[in-house]
């Protein structure tokens, strides 16, 4: 009989005490293909244990990579015996970032074949960018029975490449493509997230030669070959960020450990606007919430703005601030498709193309819910964390795809939550 996996959360209880943040999923989901570039072990550490990692290390042992996992958050790679550079079709496309295995494998074999990827669904997701980027340094890319064909004549030679958006996964995929390249690449209008500087780092520690990750001009000089090595991921700025917001949204304090503040400056900047008190130390910071929370204006912008994967979980504090707030969605066409079953939590909220219009209510009210993707469901548990009464956060596979032991580390703060499993009648489940 087919289970119905959710979590059911009774709100209303403030959250305490200490939580620890996990290594970053959109680093490390770049990160362990990154290791098909190099010819000796890699051994990662600070992997999160989530189903996109999951999936990409089962990827790369399906095409023939020794993956070992040392412990559940340490795993040594070794890609010396790669049989085939055609990624298994059904599993690269449950995951957006199997796009990397593109640059990965190009620029190591020359070759790549994977799946148009999948991942969360907010509007259009072209990567036209990560294929300019590959012709740019010489490859050629086609799509064909609904794989991605990029193929190259030994080497790829480096190039000037100018991105026409701000795209993480373009940037990393043209660092990935670009590190063993004949010549220097230059990267233009790249992106600047912790996860780009994170891969940069990654890649320099196994004999790569980038700089300026980090800002918007990145040089990647082309090397012959990259070493095995050790290498620690940086802890999960939007997790962080999470448990921020659920302090914020459900009251109480709580000291987020294993963080790098400066990662976090755009959002602790909006929890302070909001009334939200935040002290921060070395690699960790104290949330406090103790008195009501203020309206605010939000816009997601690329890093170092405001984040897009964590405009839903902002949203949800605003639902509950004193006054009308505005948020602006800058790099998605359509990310509001949560807002929805917020409604069915009392939440007042008007979507028009990128804009939300939030009208701060009491309170919430408990309801089952559904999770359209990974960041809505965190808002929604979030919601479900500072509502009165029973909330049911259903479809939490979403959810299970980027935070690592998220019931297990809410329980720990104080929060009633709890994973059920229902069976579904066979007629109603198909
Ligand atoms: N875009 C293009 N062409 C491209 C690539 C992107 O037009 O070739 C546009 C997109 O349509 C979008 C904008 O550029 O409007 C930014 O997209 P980006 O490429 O930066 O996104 P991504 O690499 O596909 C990563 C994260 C997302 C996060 C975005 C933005 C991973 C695996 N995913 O996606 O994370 O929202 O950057 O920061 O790193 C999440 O973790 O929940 C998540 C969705």
Redesign the pocket.
């Known amino acids: 009989m087919p289970v119905l996996t959710k979590y059911v959360i009774e709100g209303g209880y403030k959250l305490r005490g200490e939580v620890t943040i996990s290594g970053a ?2 680093a490390a ?2 990160i362990i293909p990154a290791a098909l570039l190099v010819d000796g072990t890699c051994r990662i550490e600070n992997i999160p244990e989530i189903r996109d990692v999951t999936l990409m290390l089962d990827l790369l042992r399906d095409i023939g990579a020794d993956v070992r996992l040392i412990n559940r958050n340490c795993v040594e790679i070794n890609a010396s015996k790669i049989r085939t550079t055609r990624a298994d079709y059904d599993m690269a496309r449950k995951i ?2 199997s796009y990397y295995l593109i640059g990965a494998l190009l620029g190591r074999f020359g070759s790549a074949q994977v799946a148009l990827p999948g ?2 669904n907010f ?8 294929t300019k980027a590959f012709k740019l340094l010489g490859a050629a890319v086609d799509v064909q029975n609904g794989y991605v064909i990029a193929e190259s004549h030994g080497r790829l030679s480096a190039s000037s490449i100018y991105f026409d ?6 940037t990393m995929n043209a660092m990935l493509a670009a590190v063993l390249a004949d010549g220097t690449t230059i990267i233009e209008n790249a ?1 600047k ?1 912790p ?1 780009i500087v994170d891969l940069a780092n990654f890649l320099n520690s196994m004999g790569a030669n980038v700089s300026g990750a980090g800002t918007d001009v990145i040089k990647v000089r082309g090397v012959k070959k990259m070493e095995g090595g050790a290498y620690t991921i940086i802890p999960d700025q ?1 997790e962080a960020g999470t448990y921020m917001a659920a302090v914020a949204a459900a009251g109480g304090e709580v000291l987020v450990r294993n963080i790098i503040p400066k990662h976090l400056d755009c959002i602790t900047s909006k929890l302070l606007e909001m009334g939200v008190e935040v002290t921060e130390h070395d690699d960790s910071l104290l949330i406090k919430r103790t008195k009501p929370l203020s309206n605010t204006n939000i816009k997601t912008l ?1 890093y170092p703005g405001f ?3 964590m405009q839903p979980q902002a949203t949800v504090i605003l639902t509950l601030a004193n006054g009308m707030s505005i948020v602006t969605e800058g ?3 359509s990310r509001y498709q949560y807002v929805e079953e917020l409604r069915r939590m009392g939440a007042k909220i008007q979507v028009d193309g990128k804009t939300a219009v939030v009208e701060g209510v009491d309170s919430l009210t408990g309801a089952p819910v559904r999770a359209c ?3 809505a469901g965190a808002a929604l548990v979030i919601a479900g964390l500072a509502a009165n009464g029973i909330t049911e956060v259903e479809d939490i596979l979403h959810i299970e795809r ?1 935070y690592e032991h998220i019931v297990e580390k809410l329980t720990a703060l104080g929060a009633h939550i709890r994973m059920v499993e229902d069976n579904i009648p066979v007629a109603k489940a198909q």
């Open positions: 999923k959109n989901v770049a957006r970032a991942g969360c509007g259009d997701r072209p990567i036209d960018q990560h958006v701000v795209s993480v996964g373009a992106a997230e996860h939007i690329p984040p897009t994967d790099v998605w066409d993707d990974l960041r980027g």
